[in-house]
Every structure is written in C-alpha cells, then in structure tokens.
C-alpha cells in the first residue's frame, strides 16, 4: 500500500563513489555530529539534569546521607558522584539515617488520579468532526447554485446536506483509522509512562506517529484438506511509544516548545541482532552498517544516561529530525519529492557516528513526531517541575526532623553513667550488667561507694520534634495540591455527602489544569499529526476530507466522578415515561464513571433475539391477555345492543304499517328526545287513505322489549311480541 512510502519511496543513503560526493557526505555527518554535541551541551548546561537526578534519587529514598546503604540504586551514587567529583564521607558519629520516603506516594498518587481521568477504559479523549457548514444567506445559495450549475437554490441546499452527510460517515471511519494504530501500539499503556515520568521528573515525552513494522497475522483453510494455516504480511503502520526523558535532546534555543527550535535528537540502545535486522531494509546503509558490526560498540557513551550501562554489546543509535539543504541532500543519494523548498524536512540516523540512514522525514509538514507533556511548566525551558521536585523542600525536613527525633531517641534510652576515680569493675569489663561487682580502691576520690557512680539521663525530645514531623505531612499537602484525601486517606474530610463532594472538586483543581495541558500539549498535536498521516498515506479515499479535531478529556472525562452524584438520583427518575429517560444508556454512563465496560453487563445480539422469541413478560402477557377479553367481551355486548335495536326497529315498523296515523306523532316525539334521523323524514311521507285507526299497544314499558335475566336465556325469551310474530 501506499503507506509504504514512508520509509521506501523516500529512498535511502545510495553508496558514493566519486570522492567529491564523499566529501559532502563527510561534511554532512559533520555538520550533524556539531548539531548533536550542541543539543547535549545545551541540556546539560540548562542544569535540569542535576535536577533530574535529585527527584529521581528522592522518588527512590536516597540522599547524601543513605546513598552508602543503597546497594540496589548504584546507578544513583555513580551519577551523583560524578557530578560532585568525589564520593560523600562517612566519617563522623554514628547518626540515624532513615529516609521517610513521602515523596514516592504523592508522585504515585498523583499520576495514578491522572491517568483514571484521562485513560478512559471505554472511552476517547479526543474526537473527528466534519468541519461546521457557514451558513449561507439566499444572495450566497445564489451563487453556490451558479457556481455548481444548478437552477435553484433548494438543490444547492439539498446537495450541502448531503455532503454533510457523507461527511460524517468519512470523520467516523477517519476516527476508526487512527484509533486502530493506537490500540496496536498501547496508547493507553504508553501514555500512562508518560504521566508517570511526568510526575517523577516533571516531563513526559511521548513519541509519534513514525513508520513501524507490524506484522499481521490471517488464517486460512484448505478447501479440500480442511487443514488450517497462518499467513503473516508485514505492512508499515504508525505508531506511538514513551521516549525516555533522559534520551531526548531538543535544540537549545526551542525555549518553552520544542518544535520552535530547529531539530531534535533521540537517543536508544539496540543490540546486533536488531542491526542485523536493518540490512534487510533498503533505506539503510548496508555497508555502514556492515562496518559498524566490525567496529562493535562505541566505548565513549554521549550524553548522561537514565542508568548506568555496563554492557558492552550495545549500541547508541541517534536519530536526527530536523530541516537540511535540498541540495546537501541530493548530493548525498537522497532521493526527493518533486518541489521547489529549498530545506526539507529529514530524518537521519547514526551509529559509532556513522551515518546509516538518510530519508525524508515521513511527516510532510516538517514538524516532530514528538510531544513533551510538563507537569508544571518552567519559564524558557520544555521541561516542567514535577511532584518530586514540589515536595523536595518538605522531604528533606521531614527527612532532618526524622533523623533527629531518632538520634535523641537512641540518646535518651539509656542514662548516661558516671564513674568516680578508683572505681574499677571486678571482670575488667567496663560495662553493666545485673549483679555485677564493682570494686573501691584505696585511691578512691570518695569513701561513699554511693557517690562512686552517677547517672544522667539525656532529655526526650520527642514531642516537640514530632510537632515538626506533623507540620511537614501538612506541608506536603499545600505544596503538591495533592490532599491526603486524594490518596484514599479521609483526613479532616467532612462526613456529608454534599461537604465531601466539595472536598473532591477543590481537590481536583490543580488536576483538572494539568488535564488541560494535556489536551493542549499531546492529545491535540499528536492526534492532527496522524490525521496528516492518514491524509497522505492511507489508501481509503472514502476517509480523508475536512476534519476538527475535538479534543475532551478535560471537559467530559474529568467531570464524571462529579456526574455520577447526580446519575445516581437520575436512576430514580428514569422509572417516570414523562422524563423519556433511556434505562439502558443511564446505565452505560453509570458503567463509565465506575471504569467499567457496560457491554460486559449488557445482553448481545443474540441474547436480545432470544429474549425476543422466548416471549415478554408474564406479567405482560397476562395484561394483553386481559385487554384482549375485555375488547371481546366489548364486541359481544355491542352486537346484542344491535340485535334489540334491530327487534326494536322491526316492532316499530310493524306498529306504524298498522296504523300509519302515528308516524308523524313518533317523529316528533323521537325528536324531543335528541333523535337524529338518519334518512328523510318523515318515515312515511304521507299516510295511505281509507286505513282504520289501531289501539295502542297495552304494554307501554319504555323496557321493552327487557333484556334477559340471564345470558342463559334465549334473546326471544320474555318478549312481549305482536300477534305478527
């Protein structure tokens, strides 16, 4: 696919023949190896890596006073003793020297907070959305519609709906693109060192997205032997993955963000067999790399390391970003896009300070693949102040206070003992033990044996040193904004439901601005870097179009412990139809806030259609069972209502055909009653001549004809007929 072109349509280092071609590619590495001494010397000449070492030897529990006893951590003492030229004295009275680590808690407290807040287990931080539609007036759909060949401005209208449309679908599938790469490369996992460092040192670097090779794995069956086999195709894919801070050189003069300055360098430590593996790729230097096998590992290292290193069979690889001449570059066998830039962006890599690689950076737009995430930043500088360095001054009080509180401890457990000239002890031993004899000499300075010993004891202490203890603890609290209460210990919080909501939200404070400098300084960056990626690489077209980036760590995913308060009493209402309140997604937002998966809880696919033909309810179907008797039992009493209507009309009729005298009498009287007569009036327009007046029926019960006791009963029973019947 087309994503290869990040490392092989670039091209690489093509061997030079032609002394003058050597020339420049010797002035070439020259020029790199003056850039790379100038990044190492401008970041050991900043003194942040004095710093570094002082939070990292606190966060272990180590200082001047420990670092003979902290056989596990030499790297520390080599490091430290390097720098101050010699290593500490232990000479002097025996003191305590008891580290009370308070620093290790915090730094873990606080990027653990940060991480559940910003590491979702089932959601984002960030989002694709097409870019919002202007909103065109008439004069405008006019001209829209013009342009477009169109006659009205309501197809114009029509067409930008559907390319709205079409727009979403392409932002869902580019959010699935880059999300994908991510999951491969343990976003989640990578971005939680990154935190941590940040909080240990006080600067995080997360690196991506570069060219990585992937191997991907599909298996296939014989149709004829049934037999199963694996096929795996390497493809190149972006990735991401946590730089050590102590391996990442910046140029000096970037001042507060890297990518202001003019390149960058990475250092890492590989192995033969990985060198090995790079004379299979066509964009190295085979025989670079062939000579760099036969020198072996250089023995200068550059640059201060994270830890001490005494293998000898590795190698520091460097790698270079950063803008160089067109021309220097295709004098040295690179091979170029067609344009007119006179500095191109480049990625080179070196060992033993040769050069091995020499491509075009994969990243089109020039700028690094890198993002520097400070914990608090620092004026002039890309490096931030972390936890450790916040409560370095309240740990070495607390460290001091300690160590006192235990000398005078040590000092005030035995009394101090007095003993008189010419006093000697029976064994020859001078010390006390039960019933041990002791012996006065002639030359004794007293004859009163009592007065011969004396015994002082050395004053405690310990309650005015532990009031200084105690106000370094509170001190911790109000340097770092990390309240104990955050760390899961209750302290002064108040017992309320409400007071102890409050509590949390101040809390959060300080983490919700560093939630923000996150979004600000890594999500957004290094999102819209692989949203480039895609747009130059990918192969889908059906994904690539005018995209934001939605960045919302900071504003959805820090406030949903505060939510879940208030989803909790929501449940209650989602019982009520007039709130239209959807049961099941409250509680996938309810899962959410608990760092639970809802689809763990939740019926599938299949489960959901089982359900379905399984049947509802009981209780359900008992209610449509009921409902379905009562509309029979509805239909059956408007039938027999019909039926002793229809009688009823028929006496009526025979009554009226005997004496047609009465119909103009039964009209009237049938309208003072609210009758509404469905056909002409009357019933009989005009009565026959010659008919002989009937006597009136001696039954008058407007009830007739009454309507049976019984369903039992016939609907004829009890009916009062005419002799017609």
């Keep these: 696919g087309t994503e290869m072109q990040a490392t092989s349509n670039h091209g690489g280092v093509q061997p030079q023949d032609q002394q003058d071609d050597g020339d420049m590619r010797a002035q070439f590495v020259q020029t790199l190896l003056s850039r790379r001494s100038e990044a190492i010397a401008g970041r050991a000449g900043s003194g942040i890596e ?49 580290f009370l680590n308070i620093t290790r808690p915090y730094t873990d407290a606080a990027s653990a907070r940060v991480s559940d807040m910003l590491l979702p287990t089932d959601d984002r ?94 298996v296939s069956r014989d149709a004829i032997t049934g037999l199963t086999s694996v096929v795996r195709v390497d493809s190149i894919k972006p990735g991401s993955k946590r730089i050590d801070p102590w391996n990442f050189f910046p140029d000096p003069a970037c ?40 020198e072996g590992p250089a023995r200068t290292r550059q640059g201060t390391e994270a830890v001490h290193r005494a293998s000898d069979d590795e190698f520091e690889m460097w790698i270079f970003y950063g803008h160089c001449a067109r021309d220097h570059l295709m004098e040295i066998g690179v091979e170029l896009d067609d344009g007119d830039e006179d500095r191109m962006p480049t990625m080179a890599v070196m060992l033993n300070d040769r050069l091995v690689k020499t491509v075009q950076s994969p990243i089109e737009s020039g700028e690094f693949p890198y993002d520097v995430l400070a914990w608090q930043r620092r004026p002039g500088m890309p490096w931030g102040m972390g936890i450790s360095r916040q409560i ?44 041990k004899v002791w012996r006065a000499n002639a030359d004794a300075d007293t004859s009163d044996v009592r007065a011969a010993f004396s015994a002082f004891v050395v004053p405690s ?64 960056p290094h999102i ?79 489960q959901k259609t089982e359900r379905q033909q399984q049947g509802q309810d009981p209780t359900l179907q008992a209610k449509a069972k009921l409902l379905e008797a009562q509309a029979r039992k509805a239909d059956a009493d408007a039938t027999n209502v019909g039926m002793e209507t ?11 055909s005997m004496n047609p005298a009465v119909s103009t009498l039964a009209d009237g009287l049938a309208r003072s009653v609210g009758f509404k007569d469905m056909d002409m009036a009357p019933i009989i327009p005009q009565a026959p001549a010659g008919l002989e007046p009937m006597a009136p029926i001696a039954n008058t019960n407007p009830m007739t004809p009454a309507n049976p006791a019984s369903p039992e009963i016939g609907v004829q029973q009890g009916i009062e007929t005419m002799a017609a019947d």
């Design 255 to 294: 001042g507060e963000d890297l990518h202001h300055g003019s390149y960058t360098w990475e250092r890492e430590y590989i192995g033969k067999r990985q060198i090995k593996a790079m004379l299979s790729d066509e964009s190295y230097d085979r025989a670079e790399l062939l000579a760099v096998l036969r």
């Design 646 to 656: 229809l009688y009823s009309g028929v006496q009526t009729g025979q009554a009226i």
């Design 392 to 435: 370095r001054t309240v740990q070495r009080m607390l460290n001091g206070a300690t160590r006192a509180m235990m000398d005078n401890s040590g000092l005030s457990a035995a009394p101090q003992i007095v003993v008189g000239n010419g006093i000697t002890p029976e064994d020859g031993h001078w010390g006390l033990r039960p019933g």
């Design 50 to 98: 004095e710093e570094w070492t002082e939070d990292e030897e606190h966060y272990q529990g180590i200082d001047d006073a420990n670092r003979a006893y902290q056989n596990a951590n030499q790297l520390f003492r080599g490091r430290k003793a390097a720098m101050i030229g010699t290593a500490p004295s232990n000479s002097g009275p025996t003191r305590s020297v008891v």
């Design 125 to 218: 931080a960030w989002e694709i959305k097409p870019t919002p539609l202007p909103r065109l007036n008439k004069s405008q759909l006019t001209m829209l519609a013009q342009s477009m060949g169109m006659a009205d401005t309501a197809e114009a209208q029509a067409q930008i709906e559907v390319n709205q449309a079409q727009s979403q679908q392409s932002a869902a599938k580019m959010q699935e693109a880059i999300e994908d790469p991510l999951v491969e490369s343990n976003w989640h996992g990578e971005v939680r060192q990154v935190i941590e460092d940040a909080a240990r040192i006080g600067s995080g670097v997360l690196k991506g997205p570069f060219p990585i090779q992937r191997e991907d794995r599909m």
């Design 528 to 606: 819209q870097r692989y949203f480039d990626w895609m747009m130059t690489y990918s192969d889908d077209e059906s994904i690539k179009g005018d995209f934001d980036i939605e960045v919302r760590a900071s504003s959805a995913l820090v406030e949903r412990d505060a939510q879940q308060q208030f989803l909790l009493q929501m449940v209650g209402l989602a019982r009520d139809p007039t709130y239209e309140i959807d049961p099941a997604k409250l509680f996938a937002e309810l899962c959410k806030g608990q760092r639970l998966d809802p689809k763990n809880f939740q019926l599938d696919a299949r």
């Design 461 to 524: 202490v310990q309650a005015e040193l532990m009031n200084i203890i105690n106000f370094c603890l509170k001190m911790a609290e109000d340097t770092t904004g990390m309240p104990a209460m955050l760390q899961g210990i209750r302290g002064d919080a108040p017992n309320t439901l409400g007071g102890m909501q409050m509590q949390n939200n101040n809390a959060t404070s300080v983490l919700r601005r560093l939630a923000k400098r996150f979004d600000d300084y890594v999500t957004r």
